[in-house]
């Protein structure tokens, strides 16, 4: 069976530091994964997907994530976190068969300090 | 135009009463979902239809009844509300079951005195 572990459940940064959320994977076949990202009070965007093409994959608003196999992780990182980058964000693994269903971590709170 | 549309955005209702939820997709998606998000932000799958048929029914009481009249609309009706039923219910759609990401509409905030 499929499942995701995010690490932290609160990140704080400074405005302008990289940001780094973690995200540990399980799952007997080659995986896809997503990254959402929910604003306060607010539905959940995508930010970015791996669907087994290229290992580094870029998304909207400068994130990015990484799938490494060998650590089962898809971390997600900014260069430089900004105000408005503060939400809750949520790593998901699809699981590889029967309904496919989307299976959510527990979710990261990110908060930018000014 | 709004992908994933949602109506109403909030509900606050009493113990006991019935209401509904209703979800319209304009993305000409096949599949579509209902998820509850708990107090500490917990997603949790409820239900979900492909092709107006149910393909995902999680352990929900059977209070809730969900229903697509087509494929671009799936609506969820809860009977006899509880105070447990408190959560943001939020509804998406995809382009098949195992195709594409998820479209997320923005949730409706469901409150039960």
């Known amino acids: 069976a499929q499942s995701v572990t995010q690490l932290d459940s609160h990140v704080s940064v400074s405005e302008g530091t990289p940001v780094l959320l973690r995200c540990n994977y399980s799952?007997?076949?080659?995986?896809?994964l997503f990254w959402y990202v929910q604003h306060p009070n607010k539905g959940l965007q995508l930010l970015l997907k791996?669907?087994?093409?290229?290992?580094l994959v870029k998304g909207i608003n400068g994130f990015e994530a990484e799938f490494k196999k060998s650590e089962t992780s898809f971390h997600l990182t900014k260069p430089s976190a900004h105000m408005s980058d503060a939400a809750e964000y949520f790593c998901?693994?699809?699981?590889?068969?029967?309904?496919?269903?989307?299976?959510f971590g527990t979710g990261t709170r990110l908060k930018v300090l000014a | 135009d709004t992908a994933v549309s949602q109506t109403p955005k909030y509900l606050v209702t009493q113990m006991g009463n019935d209401k509904s939820i209703k979800c319209e997709q304009n993305?000409?998606?096949?599949?579509m979902y209902w998820y509850k998000q708990d107090s500490k932000k917990f997603l949790k799958i409820m239900f979900s239809?492909?092709?107006?048929?149910?393909?995902i029914n999680e352990t929900v009481p059977n209070r809730f009844s969900p229903k697509s009249p087509d494929k671009a609309h799936l609506n969820l009706h809860i009977n006899s509300l509880e105070l447990g039923d408190s959560a943001v219910y939020f509804c998406?759609?995809?382009?098949?079951?195992?195709?594409?990401?998820?479209?997320f509409g923005p949730g409706t905030r469901l409150t039960v005195t």
């Open positions: 998406a759609s995809s382009p098949g079951v195992a195709t594409g990401e998820q479209y």
């Open positions: 799952s007997s076949y080659s995986p896809s």
């Open positions: 791996y669907t087994s093409a290229a290992t």
């Open positions: 998901v693994v699809r699981a590889t068969s029967g309904t496919y269903k989307y299976i």
């Open positions: 993305l000409g998606h096949d599949t």
């Open positions: 239809y492909n092709n107006k048929e149910l393909i």
